[in-house]
């Protein structure tokens, strides 16, 4: 009787431990599963130091316990270790198990928090590394000897403000040409674009040297090479003669990188705009191509970003000064008036503001383009300014 009780008490034990260790194993793949889709979180049922504690127990003490426990003579032979062979190495080999895969677990766990952390931690120290942004070098003004106006009618300079001057009319215009074509600048270009017919070549020989002789008489001391001499169809130009369209375009991008530093460089180029581009010459080519308007463009966006940063910083002067050479090239310019407005608002002239609104209107009933339908926009902001 005592060894049939010893015997069931034996059979619970075992019972038992193999239900714990199946749980366990269960729990442990479930971790491990988590720690391999890169779940930091453990087993709410079995926390890690418990789970390798229990497992090296169940594999390594409890099932020799049990083996030890029972008599060796309450069984027969066979029966006995057929009993504690059986049960000692099934319990043996899934407590390994259990234990192999909590191990591996476990370390897996730790090597993701690890490269979690290392991960933070970079990123961390590159969002506090200051952001460097890189400086944007400003554009160089030419080193020039020769200016070409053509903000306004055509005229030729020196750097020292001595304008020159050409005897035949075309010889003033081709050298306008070349400098708005200097890339592509050809014998036969120039001859299709001022010469409506055939021009002989004598004639075309002829007005390049009275661009040669014109530009060397206003630099007696020295000899350029202003118009290279070639044996191909090229028409090089000196890179000494510059047009103030270019030196405007490059203040413009200067002042857009940098307003503080340009806006002084803007505003002479800006002054020196007199009126249409090409106004008073009869240049089909210029305005055919385009030129023309990107030139107007050019300075009209000149004068806007200009006007703006004088409203910015409280200064009329400049404003009025540059919207007035913007208006000059594009009379009737909504943007420009707003700004003249504002700034007759803020120097409390509202005689001023009602001249500009009426200037405007009548330059846009001389437009026939405009539809002679000035802006209900324009005209309402008339009517607060006045009012405040």
């Known amino acids: 009787m005592e060894i049939l009780e010893l015997d069931v008490a034996i059979r619970w034990l075992i019972t038992t431990l193999v239900v714990a260790v199946t749980w366990m194993?269960?729990?442990?793949?479930?971790?491990?599963?988590?720690?391999?889709?890169?779940?930091?979180?453990?087993?709410?049922?079995?926390?890690?130091?418990?789970?390798?504690?229990?497992?090296?127990?169940?594999?390594?003490v409890a099932v020799p316990k049990?083996?030890?426990?029972?008599?060796?003579?309450?069984?027969?032979?066979?029966?006995?270790?057929?009993?504690?062979g059986g049960n000692a190495s099934g319990v043996l080999f899934a407590g390994s198990l259990a234990a192999n895969a909590g191990f591996v677990a476990l370390h897996l766990r730790r090597r993701l928090v690890e490269m979690r952390t290392?991960?933070?931690?970079?990123?961390?120290?590159?969002?506090r590394v200051p952001c460097v942004q890189e400086r944007?070098?400003?554009?160089?003004?030419?080193?020039?000897?020769?200016?070409?106006?053509?903000?306004g009618p055509p005229v030729v300079t020196t750097s020292s403000g001595e304008r020159v001057s050409f005897e035949k009319g075309k010889a003033l215009e081709l050298l306008v040409w070349m400098t708005e074509h200097r890339e592509v600048s050809t014998r036969s270009a120039a001859r299709t674009a001022l010469w409506e017919g055939m021009v002989k070549d004598a004639t075309f020989s002829n007005v390049v040297s009275e661009i040669r002789r014109s530009l060397n008489s206003c630099h007696p001391d020295r000899v350029e090479e202003w118009i290279p001499r070639t044996f191909?169809?090229?028409?090089?130009?000196?890179?000494?003669?510059?047009?103030?369209?270019?030196?405007?375009?490059?203040?413009?991008k200067n002042f857009e990188t940098d307003s503080k530093r340009f806006v002084g460089h803007l505003v002479r180029r800006l002054s020196e705009?007199?009126?249409?581009?090409?106004?008073?010459?009869?240049?089909?080519?210029?305005?055919?191509?385009?030129?023309?308007?990107?030139?107007?463009?050019?300075?009209?966006?000149?004068?806007?970003?200009?006007?703006?940063?004088?409203?910015?910083?409280?200064?009329?002067?400049?404003?009025?000064?540059?919207?007035?050479r913007g208006l000059r090239v594009l009379p009737g310019h909504e943007q420009?008036?707003?700004?003249?407005?504002?700034?007759?608002?803020?120097?409390?002239?509202?005689?001023?503001?009602?001249?500009?609104?009426?200037?405007?209107a009548r330059a846009i009933e001389a437009d026939s383009w405009a539809g002679a339908s000035p802006s209900s926009e324009l005209e309402n902001l008339a009517r607060e300014l006045s009012r405040q």
Not at 66 to 84: K, L, R, W
Not at 234 to 243: A, I, K, M, N, R
């Open 66 to 84: 049990v083996a030890n426990a029972v008599p060796p003579s309450a069984f027969g032979p066979n029966d006995a270790d057929e009993t504690n």
């Open 232 to 252: 191909t169809d090229e028409l090089p130009l000196h890179s000494g003669v510059v047009t103030d369209a270019e030196l405007l375009e490059i203040a413009l």
């Open 273 to 324: 705009v007199r009126n249409l581009p090409f106004s008073g010459a009869d240049y089909a080519w210029a305005d055919g191509e385009g030129i023309t308007t990107s030139h107007v463009v050019k300075v009209v966006k000149a004068a806007v970003l200009l006007g703006e940063y004088a409203i910015e910083n409280d200064d009329c002067d400049l404003l009025f000064l540059a919207t007035e």
């Open 25 to 60: 194993l269960m729990a442990l793949i479930v971790q491990c599963v988590m720690a391999l889709r890169g779940s930091t979180r453990s087993f709410g049922s079995l926390p890690g130091w418990l789970r390798v504690a229990v497992l090296t127990i169940v594999s390594s």
């Open 336 to 360: 420009l008036v707003s700004l003249r407005m504002r700034g007759h608002a803020r120097s409390g002239n509202r005689t001023a503001i009602k001249y500009e609104w009426e200037s405007y």
């Open 136 to 151: 944007v070098e400003p554009l160089p003004e030419p080193d020039w000897s020769i200016l070409v106006h053509v903000l």
């Open 118 to 127: 290392q991960k933070f931690a970079m990123s961390g120290e590159m969002s």
